[in-house]
């Protein structure tokens, strides 16, 4: 026994997984022990939605709960629809010896077994009281559904795992059977053809499915959702009925609309169905009935009325004006899709003809992915960007937001607009008006260099790494022949195929600097002083041929020095013909955030690869200086050099500081015990604080270059200005206590009261003592005795927020 246990439980566990619902049902149930997400929650809903289960009077569904036999006939009964019948049934002879004429569920196990759905234990016997088992739940299923003479339990249970009853449960024959399993099966069911007869081979003749004895059946055409067609009303859908069938040709009746109920129309669009609706209700399940044909665009064409792709012919439709059309999510008709100079049936995109009404010539297509070639963006989105900027340019042609734009969906890599970034690349779908949007990123990137290329005349291949990629896109300056060239090397951004697309060079960061000032009063003792990308400033000798250069004091160059640390050559900054070089000399604004620079309309983008340098006139300093540094909104900028894109290789600050203020988020007051400088080297200094605040040792880092003075500053009680980050923006200290040389008369946890007067206390006040080797340490209120003598400082409010023990 127990290795049939076990081999029927490997049986069931490898059961095929599927099921021949064509919709699953939206998992909400008033039940409070099934949670949505459950595995047999929408099982459950969809059997309460049909009234096969009402659940337990306390308000659960009982999921865990055994089955019993006398309850497995009251659901058993409901699923073939004939439950209205017991009532009658239970004033019959009880069908079984151990069910007595008054036992609850006499009705139901009468006409059961009078409808053969079940036979009992053996020697006349029901055993109502009885846990239903795994395989005899199977059994009951399978009676309902019409089935007989299978041998017990291999043939059950064999039976059940080829309908799919099984699917998603692993449990041995002889297992208890719970109400979240019998959920499963019981919905599983719903979905299956009931066995109307027998044939001479003994072969089931299958007619309607199981649910049509529980739920109303209609057949209709789905023609438009709310969201293809702003008509349709939320909620609802709208379909035609079937008027006639005559030879097999359907004839539909006028466009209605109906309740949706639960069931996702998006995915019956243009085809044909029968709708499963509760009795006199809305829908709960659907059924495709009619016949598509689906394939991906290559070359997708309409010749004489009929549609051919990668040359072929496809089928027959209707004229093109004839013909709805679902076109990214949007109801249109082909002829607005495809015209004579129009084909937005890009290649790639899925594409579903359906002959609605039989008549050999398909009218309804959806059509889904018809994307633009992909870009690669050149900036971050932003909330307020109207359009993606491709090439450095925000191109009207990948419109984002405003008219006509009203839905914007974002897929693939990221989900929200405006996690959208530089390099990413971006495949642009919109419906025929423009109104929805969608959008598929990939970020996908390979960094290397080229080292092989392949052409054909039309396809270009580039090696990466002894791994070949295709080039879709001209990545080159060449303005024929191969798309990439031998020897590129940086980033090459990829497309959602592996193809490369985009690239982004490799910045050529190590001879990038600034000319400082150039000594050429003797040729033979030329020198230049330069700034490096190193951050270092350097005075170097030159060779002759140096002396006859243009750049000048704060130019941005590219420089070669030999062995002997001498500076043999001073070149453009252009690393490449398309570079450009832009002199400001001004402030400009600077999103911090998406680290754009904006000179006289014109849009770069700083990267992490830019060289900054920066020069601090406050001071006289000179450094180079990390992206992440920089906080400000606005930037003085001397000179910029980027590539053709507008991505910034290098460029020269003038600033005194790079960190904005993040302005005062809270104000705390405390005695200030030491301040330590914290050197920064060219980038400036901060300072740590040790302060006794709110009756607790703290210690906070000022943002760069505040104003401190680590000697009078220290043992002061101050206004400490901190930002959302508890970065120390401000610093006031005080130069006299708010009362001086007061006496405490007494206190409690509200005020003090002293020969000066009384005051309010802070709910943090802080009481500060010293110790024996004179320090300044913490105290408590309880170490204020009467006549002792304070120092008093108030906080913005007037109340008292340091005390000072004299």
Do not use: C
Not at 2 to 17: D, G, M, S
């Amino acid at each position: 026994m127990k290795n049939l246990k076990k081999l029927i439980a490997v049986v069931l566990t490898f059961a095929l997984v599927f099921s021949a619902m064509a919709v699953g049902f939206a998992a909400t149930t008033p039940f409070t022990d099934v949670k949505d997400d459950a595995p047999y929650a929408s099982a459950v809903a969809r059997l309460y939605a049909l009234n096969i289960t009402n659940g337990n009077t306390d308000g659960t569904y009982g999921v865990d709960q055994p089955v019993t036999r006398a309850m497995m006939t009251v659901f058993v009964n409901r699923l073939s629809g004939y439950r209205n019948l017991a009532e009658m049934a239970k004033n019959d002879t009880p069908a079984f010896k151990d069910v007595s004429k008054n036992y609850w569920a006499i009705g139901d196990i009468n006409l059961a077994a009078k409808l053969g759905l079940t036979h009992g234990v053996g020697n006349g016997m029901f055993d109502p009281e009885g846990k239903v088992t795994y395989a005899q739940a199977l059994g009951f299923m399978l009676n309902a559904l019409g089935y007989k003479n299978l041998s017990w339990p291999y043939g059950v249970v064999a039976k059940a795992q080829d309908l799919g009853l099984t699917a998603g449960l692993n449990r041995a024959y002889n297992d208890v059977v719970t109400r979240g399993d019998l959920a499963l099966i019981m919905d599983k069911a719903l979905d299956q053809q009931i066995v109307t007869s027998y044939d001479t081979n003994g072969n089931p003749v299958l007619g309607n499915k199981l649910i049509s004895k529980v739920a109303d059946v209609t057949r209709y055409l789905v023609v438009a959702t709310p969201d293809v067609d702003s008509n349709v009303a939320a909620g609802k859908v709208q379909v035609k009925g079937i008027k006639e069938v005559k030879d097999g040709e359907i004839t539909f009746a006028n466009a209605t609309t109906i309740n949706a109920g639960t069931v996702d129309f998006n995915k019956y669009l243009g085809k044909v169905v029968d709708v499963y609706s509760i009795k006199g209700g809305d829908p709960v399940s659907v059924d495709v009935v009619s016949t598509d044909k689906t394939f991906t665009a290559k070359s997708f064409n309409v010749v004489s009325n009929a549609v051919y792709n990668d040359s072929k012919k496809v089928v027959d439709i209707v004229a093109p004006a004839d013909m709805t059309v679902i076109y990214n999510g949007g109801k249109t008709t082909l002829d607005k899709v495809f015209d004579t100079g129009k084909n937005l049936v890009y290649n790639g995109a899925t594409v579903t003809l359906t002959d609605t009404n039989n008549d050999g010539k398909y009218d309804y297509a959806v059509i889904t992915g018809a994307y633009k070639a992909p870009v690669v963006v050149t900036a971050d989105v932003k909330s307020t960007d109207k359009f993606l900027n491709v090439n450095g340019v925000y191109n009207s042609s990948y419109r984002i937001a405003g008219d006509p734009v009203k839905t914007v969906v974002v897929t693939g890599s990221v989900t929200n607009l405006t996690d959208i970034k530089s390099g990413d690349v971006v495949y642009y779908a919109s419906t025929v008006d423009g109104s929805k949007v969608t959008l598929l990123v990939v970020r996908d990137k390979v960094e290397g260099k080229i080292t092989k290329v392949a052409y054909d005349g039309s396809t270009t291949t580039a090696t990466i790494g002894d791994k070949d990629y295709k080039v879709t896109q001209r990545i080159n300056t060449e303005t024929s022949g191969a798309y990439a060239s031998v020897g590129q090397e940086g980033t090459f951004v990829l497309d959602k195929d592996g193809n490369i697309v985009g690239f982004i060079g490799k910045q050529a960061t190590a001879n990038y600097a600034v000319l400082i000032t150039k000594d050429f009063a003797s040729v033979l003792n030329a020198k230049v002083k330069l700034l490096t990308a190193d951050g270092k400033v350097n005075v170097y000798s030159t060779t002759t041929t140096v002396t006859s250069t243009t750049y000048g004091t704060d130019d941005i160059i590219t420089y070669s020095i030999d062995s002997n640390n001498v500076v043999t050559a001073i070149n453009s900054p252009k690393t490449a013909d398309t570079d450009k070089v832009a002199t400001v000399g001004g402030s400009v604004d600077y999103d911090k955030d998406t680290h754009v620079l904006t000179v006289s309309g014109t849009t770069y983008y700083m990267t992490n690869n830019t060289v900054i340098f920066n020069y601090n006139s406050t001071d006289g300093s000179y450094s180079t200086v990390k992206l992440s540094d920089i906080t400000k909104d606005t930037l003085n900028v001397k000179q910029l050099v980027a590539d053709q894109y507008g991505y910034v290789k290098a460029i020269y600050l003038n600033e005194s500081s790079l960190t904005a203020d993040q302005g005062v988020a809270s104000t705390v007051y405390g005695f200030v015990t030491g301040v330590t400088t914290i050197d920064l080297g060219s980038a400036g200094k901060q300072y740590k604080l040790n302060v006794l605040v709110n009756g607790a040792e703290q210690t906070y880092t000022s943002k760069v270059n505040l104003t401190l003075n680590p000697d009078t500053d220290k043992n002061k009680v101050a206004a400490i200005g901190l930002d959302k980050d508890g970065v120390v923006v401000s610093f006031t200290s005080k130069a006299s206590a708010d009362v001086q040389d007061a006496k405490v008369n007494s206190y409690n946890v509200y005020g003090i009261a002293t020969n000066k007067g009384t005051f309010a206390l802070s709910p943090n006040v802080t009481v500060v003592t010293k110790d024996s080797s004179s320090n300044y340490v913490l105290a408590q209120l309880g170490d204020l005795a009467a006549g002792t003598t304070v120092d008093i400082y108030k906080d913005s409010t007037g109340r008292i927020a340091v005390i000072v023990i004299k």
